[in-house]
């Protein structure tokens, strides 16, 4: 297994990884479903389904005037997938970044406004 | 919808500058780390020791850990505040020598995660230091960790121009 290792890190010239430099090609290496992102507006102003499921109470839900505004807050999000899995609407979808620090907790903050009232 | 959250554009920004010349014009070229866990489950633990081997080896980047506060350059906080912790955070930051940089680190660092309705968790890191870099992720990965540093260093540039 190491020396499986050691050779394959022979063949292509390197084991370590150029990450800050080459950004893009590290991390197309792989597929990342680090956190979940926000799609677009909920329509079902009924469903509370996201904002129960959240352990962490990342998402919630704000009602105004009969809509739907969802805000997810990616710095509370332990990424278990829950929202992503139960939302009937597809509300929420697996990002592909994976370094997403900041320097200001304010952009961890997701929003999207509320469905058109129909 | 305003869910970017502009990733690409300040790694340009940091990459442009020279990461290089940042560390040497603040700390000789180098960073060392002192990592610090006030009530972690060693998960991000876990990720930031894969930091110091061979496949992400951090050290070509001129960052390094360190045992002692005195010795330290950026504070490394893990885990969420506990109230036993509390205190021992406050003197690690004070043993530190200036300029200083703090890197909250995972959700409980951030916001408490799971543990944030407990009764032994004081509050975010952010309550209690000034933080210069927030590391979302449960773990977060390695690249994340590198990337957390190294913006640590640009927030601290921010804040010296404005």
Redesign the interface.
């Given at each position: 297994m190491r020396a499986e290792w050691l050779l394959s890190g022979l063949a292509s010239g390197r084991?370590?990884?150029t990450?800050?430099?080459q950004?893009e090609q590290?991390?197309s290496r792989r597929r990342?479903n680090?956190?979940p992102?926000?799609n677009?507006?909920c329509s079902d102003t009924a469903c509370r389904e996201c904002s129960e499921v959240c352990?962490?109470?990342?998402i919630t839900r704000v009602e105004t005037q009969g809509n739907a505004a969802l805000r997810?807050?990616?710095?509370?999000?332990?990424?278990c997938g829950r929202c992503v899995d139960r939302c009937p609407e597809g509300v929420f979808s697996w990002a592909e970044?994976?370094?997403?620090?900041?320097?200001?907790?304010e952009?961890?903050i997701?929003?999207?406004?509320g469905g058109a009232d129909q | 919808m305003t869910a970017d959250h502009g990733i690409h554009a300040d790694w340009d920004e940091l990459e442009e500058q020279g990461m290089s010349a940042r560390l040497a014009r603040y700390f000789g070229h180098s960073l060392h780390i002192r990592h610090i866990d006030v009530g972690s489950c060693n998960a991000c633990e876990s990720e930031v020791l894969a930091l110091s081997n061979p496949y992400y080896n951090f050290h070509r980047l001129g960052l390094f850990f360190t045992h002692s506060p005195r010795h330290a350059d950026v504070l490394l906080v893990t885990g969420a505040l506990t109230r036993a912790m509390a205190p021992v955070l406050r003197e690690t930051y004070d043993a530190m020598p200036r300029p200083r940089l703090v890197v909250a680190t995972g959700v409980c660092a951030l916001h408490g995660g799971v543990f944030a309705n407990s009764s032994r968790f004081v509050g975010p890191v952010d309550s209690v230091l000034p933080v210069d870099a927030y590391i979302p992720g449960c773990p977060p990965n390695p690249y994340a960790l590198l990337q957390g540093l190294l913006k640590a260093i640009q927030s601290r540039e921010e804040a010296k121009s404005s």
């Open positions: 084991v370590t990884t990450y800050p430099r950004r590290e991390l990342w680090s956190v992102t926000l677009g507006p352990p962490t109470d990342a997810l807050d990616v710095g509370a999000c332990i990424a970044a994976i370094d997403r620090a900041e320097v200001r907790k952009r961890f997701s929003t999207v406004e | -």
